[in-house]
Structure formats: C-alpha cells, structure tokens
C-alpha cells in the first residue's frame, strides 16, 4: 500500500537532548513538508522540501533542522534549542508543487519532552 | 496570506446532510480552497479542493460563491464516523504551496 509512514507515534525525551522524528513516502512524491500542532490549533509549516536535497524554512523553523537526502525520506530533528518541543509533529508529501496537488499526511507523532 | 473563518462546533443527524460554512474573504485568484478532516490524534485526511468551480467527490461537495469569498462543504449523509474536525484551507503558491489552517470546525454527528 502507499503512503506516508512516521515513527514512532509516541516519543518521550528529557530537556536538553535533541530527537529525530522519522518520515517515509512511497508515494513517488517529489514534495515534502513537516508541520506542528499545538493542542486546539491548526497546524504550522515548520520545513518543506520540494526536491532532493533542497529544503527551506517554514513559518516556525526555529529550532528545528531537516535533511532531504533520498526522495522518500525527510528526517527532522528537534533541537535543544527548541524552547517548546512538545507537540504533535505531521509529515505530509504532495506529488508537485504548487496548490494544485493535495497534500496527504502521514499518522503523527506525538512528542513530549520533560 | 489569506485566512479562513469557520464556526467552532456545528451538530448534524446521522443520515441528514452536513453542510459547513467558510469565509475566506481575502484569498487571492490564485489560491486554491482545501477542506481536510482530522480525527483526534490522526494525521489530517484530504477531502477536496477547488479553485473557483464547484467539485465533488466520493466523499464530499465544495460549493465556492462566484465571487470567491466564501465555501461550503457538504457531506450529503452523514454518518457516525464523520465526527471530526474540518478544516477549510486556503492553500498558497509560495513556501512550497503551503496549508494555512485555521481553526477548524468541530463537526458531531448524532444518532
């Protein structure tokens, strides 16, 4: 079956310590995004790929870095810097770009960090 | 970037249709509309988009008002498992065609 995969669902982390959060496509997709959701909001673009090893900054990239170094593959990494991490993180890919291709969202993960 | 209003919460029966509404009076002529649906703790699912005329799918309507400033989105017999948040997207050309959510509609269904 295609789609997007992202693991693990649940990830728990002590303060100060930076955590990767996996994405897989196989969808064939060239386009990659990952957002954030705070709880009661809607979600905001954090990085985005449009192509393989290229990427760009979203709205609330702070804190925050990502590699796009095979096309069904977009890994971000939560920083220490990040002032607050916990949240639920959405990996989403789209088969262009531009507004014309639906983004398909893969099932989140959950990350909380003590 | 242009920004969507929708109501917080609406009520619809089971088996009846469920119509809702979305303002978006400042999108641009080529921004697309998008509606998704999020189930507590799930990824957003894609349900439909359009430019200026009216689509359908398999799941769902999006009627979009000639001048463009508004949307509804219909799901013709609702059931149970459409309880969810709907959001109403305007979806742009720069940072990649980025989603710009907004709050979203918390659609129950009721028996």
């Known amino acids: 079956d295609g789609g997007i995969t992202q693991s693990p669902k649940y990830l728990f982390r002590k303060e100060g310590q930076n955590v990767t959060l996996s994405c897989e496509q196989n969808?064939?997709?060239?386009?990659m995004y990952w957002y954030r959701q705070d709880p009661g909001q809607g979600l905001r673009l954090i990085y985005y790929?449009?192509?393989?090893?290229?990427?760009q900054k979203g709205d609330i990239a702070e804190g925050y870095s990502v590699s796009r170094e095979k096309k069904e593959s977009f890994p971000l990494t939560v920083t220490s810097a990040q002032k607050n991490p916990t949240a639920f993180y959405l990996c989403?890919?789209?088969?262009?770009?531009?507004?014309?291709?639906?983004?398909?969202f893969g099932p989140g993960t959950r990350l909380t960090v003590t | 970037d242009a920004k969507t209003t929708q109501p917080t919460s609406m009520d619809c029966a089971e088996g009846r249709a469920a119509n809702l509404p979305c303002n978006h009076s400042t999108i641009s002529g080529n921004e697309y509309v998008y509606w998704y649906r999020q189930i507590h703790s799930q990824g957003p699912q894609y349900i439909i988009h359009g430019l200026k005329n009216n689509e359908t799918n398999e799941m769902a309507s999006l009627i979009i008002t000639e001048d463009r400033k508004s949307s509804t989105l219909i799901l013709p017999h609702a059931t149970l498992r459409d309880t969810a948040v709907y959001y109403c997207?305007?979806?742009?050309?720069?940072?990649?065609?980025?989603?710009?959510f907004g709050q979203g509609t918390e659609l129950s269904v009721k028996p």
């Open positions: 989403a890919s789209s088969g262009g770009q531009g507004p014309i291709y639906e983004q398909y």
């Open positions: 997207i305007v979806r742009v050309y720069n940072q990649g065609g980025k989603l710009i």
């Open positions: 969808l064939n997709h060239d386009a």
């Open positions: 790929s449009q192509i393989v090893n290229d990427f």
